[in-house]
T-cell receptor, first 109, second 115 residues
Framework: KNEVEQSPQNLTAQEGEFITINCSYSVGISALHWLQQHPGGGIVSLFMLSSGKKKHGRLIATINIQEKHSSLHITASHPRDSAVYIC???????????FGKGTHLIIQP | DTGVSQDPRHKITKRGQNVTFRCDPISEHNRLYWYRQTLGQGPEFLTYFQNEAQLEKSRLLSDRFSAERPKGSFSTLEIQRTEQGDSAMYLCASEIGRYSTDTQYFGPGTRLTVL
């Protein structure tokens, strides 16, 4: 069974700061997903990656397959980035996604 | 709006009652997933469909839970004889299903409260 661990669980930062959220998983996977969840429950897929690095606006996601580790970076953070960020693994012997517990990010103005 | 809808958005019920939730996926998506999320936790996989076939069920899905996807379109999740421990957000997601790994698109969820 794949275990997906995220750190930190909670993160409070000032507007403009560079944010890093980390994710590690225990078994080989076919892809790693980064998701954003706002209060009220809606989940939006940010990235799906199986190697290397992807960038979308101020968001960057990287994955190191050998180390079974992924990071999500937010540059020039803004209060509207405040949300729960969840990493999830697909494959690894499981159907559906295996989720981490999420990182609750608060960006203060 | 991801294109995946769920109904109802909120449901309050008394212990022992039956409830049914509906999910309408993006129309051309073959795969449909149900997840459950409790407060402060990440979602957990419950079951998924490839078209109308239910291919996998988690051990979290007790005999009181049943899911269907008739004609491979919308899906329903029914919980019989609800218990307080069933209180959670129930999330539905769909994906094209053309490849082994696709982006999943999530619905807004149905928040169930069992009194």
């Amino acid at each position: 069974k794949n275990e997906v661990e995220q750190s930190p669980q909670n993160l409070t930062a000032q507007e403009g700061e560079f944010i890093t959220i980390n994710c590690s998983y225990s078994v080989g996977i076919s892809a790693l997903h980064w998701l954003q969840q706002h209060p009220g429950g809606g989940i939006v897929s940010l990235f799906m990656l199986s190697s290397g690095k992807k960038k979308h606006g101020r968001l960057i996601a990287t994955i190191n397959i050998q180390e079974k580790h992924s990071s999500l970076h937010i540059t020039a953070s803004h209060p509207r980035d405040s949300a729960v960020y969840i990493c999830a693994a697909s494959g690894g012997g499981a159907d559906g996604l295996t989720f981490g517990k999420g990182t609750h990010l608060i960006i203060q103005p | 709006d991801t294109g995946v809808s769920q109904d109802p958005r909120h449901k309050i019920t008394k212990r022992g009652q039956n409830v049914t939730f509906r999910c309408d996926p993006i129309s051309e998506h073959n795969r449909l997933y149900w997840y459950r999320q409790t407060l402060g936790q990440g979602p957990e996989f419950l079951t998924y469909f490839q078209n109308e076939a239910q291919l996998e069920k988690s051990r979290l899905l007790s005999d009181r839970f049943s899911a269907e996807r008739p004609k491979g379109s919308f899906s329903t999740l029914e919980i019989q004889r609800t218990e307080q421990g069933d209180s959670a957000m129930y999330l539905c997601a769909s994906e094209i299903g053309r490849y082994s790994t696709d982006t999943q698109y999530f619905g807004p969820g149905t928040r169930l409260t069992v009194l």
